[in-house]
């Protein structure tokens, strides 16, 4: 079926099947506004859901790289403030004895172990943020110096700061706390957990933080160079989890000093089981939401074609073939389907990434966007599955087309 439609030099152009579709579907503007706009929210549900899920994965795979620790050790009542910031860059400050790492790192089964020391900025004249300030000794750390190590090519020098990969500052920027300014050396790529807004410095620096902010008149529990936040233990290949942590308990009750043992398995499988649980909530919605959106275009699409049958009956008198009709039927749905799909991820586009990080924290879950190359992967899929909703409710409406006989199609459109 095709019509010709006369230029305005006078010649007369000939209009494919399309072009009709798209002149059919101006015509109920209102109505195709309406079914482009339940495509449209499809499409954005569909990709913000791939995007989210992916971004989770991504996450959870970050955490289990970076969590380079099998045990870490906080002062006893800390152990929701240690995870606060380790997973969601929390600021919180918690100390007990230097010696803790001490006893630990006796303990048979144990390979490794290395002190942090946290401490929260302020958000006032004195500070550039309120962030976490973490502390490491470069020359036992295995956690964070490997990671920064890919960033820095040199040691981490006193007054020098590694920034995680969601803070704005730049190196060679300076950031200022409690009255004294420090250099940006290096920053991190992201991890999905709470180093993205954190701040690292090494214990000389740490300590010198300390004395500025004892001079702003500023006095944590601990800020004689003799205490720590958590130590970070490494045990030994095949370790026998519920062995290593009784132990470390003993030990340290022993010693007279109560903490909270964090196994990172624990960690891994808390944030992975609510994960899966919400990507399961997520495939369940897109599902529900495909069907009905393509079962309400359904109906639509054969009530549309109920209404047009006697328009229907005369293309068929003027040479219209059913073939030619089933094509126009499927050119109007394959319009209003790719048509919502679009603006679904324009919007999905404008909403998702310049509100990454307000989504991240609020899921309290790890979260790394996926690359450039997957989201635009993500994109077209979320294109194609969407835009085939319109054809795909279509196929009832142009059935009827095909099955029907002229004069039927007459007698039904009086």
């Not at 997973?87 to 942090?116: A, N």
């Not at 959106?293 to 009530?303: K, M, N, P």
């Not at 690359?371 to 279509?394: E, K, N, V, Y």
Request: charged content about 20%.
């Amino acid at each position: 079926m095709s019509q010709q439609k006369q230029s305005p030099n006078g010649n007369r152009k000939r209009l494919g099947i399309l072009t009709i579709a798209r002149c059919n579907l101006k015509k109920k503007a209102v109505r195709t506004s309406c079914l482009m706009g339940l495509v449209a929210v499809l499409s954005f549900t569909l990709f913000s859901g791939l995007i989210l899920t992916t971004s989770l994965r991504g996450g959870l795979d970050s955490m289990r790289q970076r969590l380079g620790a099998d045990f870490m050790v906080v002062p006893d009542g800390n152990q929701a403030k240690f995870e606060g910031a380790l997973l969601r860059g929390e600021p919180g400050t918690f100390y007990f004895g230097k010696d803790t790492e001490k006893i630990l790192s006796g303990i048979d089964g144990i390979v490794k172990t290395t002190p942090q020391f946290f401490i929260t900025s302020l958000s006032t004249d004195c500070c550039s943020y309120q962030v976490q300030l973490i502390g490491y000794e470069p020359k036992t750390d295995f956690v964070i110096a490997p990671w920064i190590s890919g960033q820095l090519q040199k040691d981490l020098e006193k007054g020098e700061l590694v920034v995680g990969s969601k803070l704005d500052n730049k190196v060679g920027d300076t950031l200022k706390f409690f009255g004294c300014e420090y250099v940006v050396a290096g920053r991190l790529e992201e991890t999905g957990m709470g180093f993205d807004t954190s701040v690292f410095m090494n214990f000389d620096t740490a300590q010198n933080v300390l004395d500025h902010a004892r001079e702003k008149g500023i006095n944590y529990r601990f800020n004689n160079g003799d205490s720590i936040s958590a130590v970070m233990v490494k045990a030994e290949d095949g370790y026998d989890a519920p062995v290593i942590n009784n132990t470390i308990v003993d030990r340290l009750r022993e010693a007279g000093i109560k903490a909270d043992v964090v196994a990172s398995r624990t960690i891994l499988t808390t944030a992975a089981d609510h994960i899966k649980q919400f990507i399961v909530y997520v495939k369940v919605f897109s599902v529900m939401l495909w069907v009905l959106t393509a079962a309400l275009l359904s109906v639509v699409f054969t009530f549309s074609v109920h209404e047009r049958k006697k328009e229907i009956a005369v293309l068929r008198i003027l040479g219209a073939t059913k073939g030619k009709l089933m094509q126009l039927i499927f050119g109007e749905a394959a319009l209003i389907g790719a048509g919502g799909s679009l603006i679904g991820l324009i919007l999905a586009f404008l909403i998702l990434f310049p509100f990454g990080n307000l989504i991240s924290l609020k899921l309290n879950l790890p979260f790394v966007l996926p690359s450039p190359q997957w989201i635009a992967l993500l994109s077209m899929l979320s294109f194609l599955l969407t835009g085939a909703a319109g054809p795909a409710a279509s196929v009832f409406s142009a059935y009827r087309i095909v099955k029907n006989e002229i004069h039927a199609t007459m007698r039904e459109g009086e």
